[in-house]
Nanobody, 127 residues
Framework: QVQLVESGGGLVQAGGSLRLSCAAS????????MGWFRQAPGQEREFVAA????????SYSDSVKGRFTISRDYAKNTVYLQMNRLKPEDTAVYYC????????????????????WGQGTQVTVSS
């Protein structure tokens, strides 16, 4: 069982930066692939970024590629999402998700593959 708690959301002006954190409980966190998703009002939840068990493989949606960076700290059981050059269209509730990884490079961008979810953190980007 893994529990995920997101933090770091808030209000920021367009062009600014935020770093989201996802703190995970559980001794096997290091063997999980992790992902970030977001859901804007009236829209479906969408993939943002993912990172493999090893941390060596990452994936991003086209809308955030080059602006967002996903990383993980095994000592702190935490996954981060560094968000730079934020745009008003990045406004959403951001969710962290985890799935047991069958291999070091396993990575997944579809939400139905993830087993565990956090409660979400609100990010609002003003124009």
């Amino acid at each position: 069982q893994v529990q995920l708690v997101e933090s770091g959301g808030g209000l920021v002006q367009a062009g600014g930066s935020l770093r989201l954190s996802c703190a995970a409980s559980g001794r096997t966190f290091s063997t999980y692939a992790m992902g970030w998703f977001r859901q804007a009002p009236g829209q479906e939840r969408e993939f943002v970024a993912a990172i493999s068990w090893s941390g060596g493989t990452t994936s991003y949606s086209d809308s955030v590629k080059g602006r967002f960076t996903i990383s993980r700290d095994y000592a702190k059981n935490t996954v981060y999402l560094q968000m730079n050059r934020l745009k008003p269209e990045d406004t959403a509730v951001y969710y962290c998700a985890a799935v047991p990884a069958p291999s070091l490079r396993y990575i997944v961008s579809t939400e139905d593959k993830y087993h565990y979810w956090g409660q979400g953190t609100q990010v609002t980007v003003s124009s």
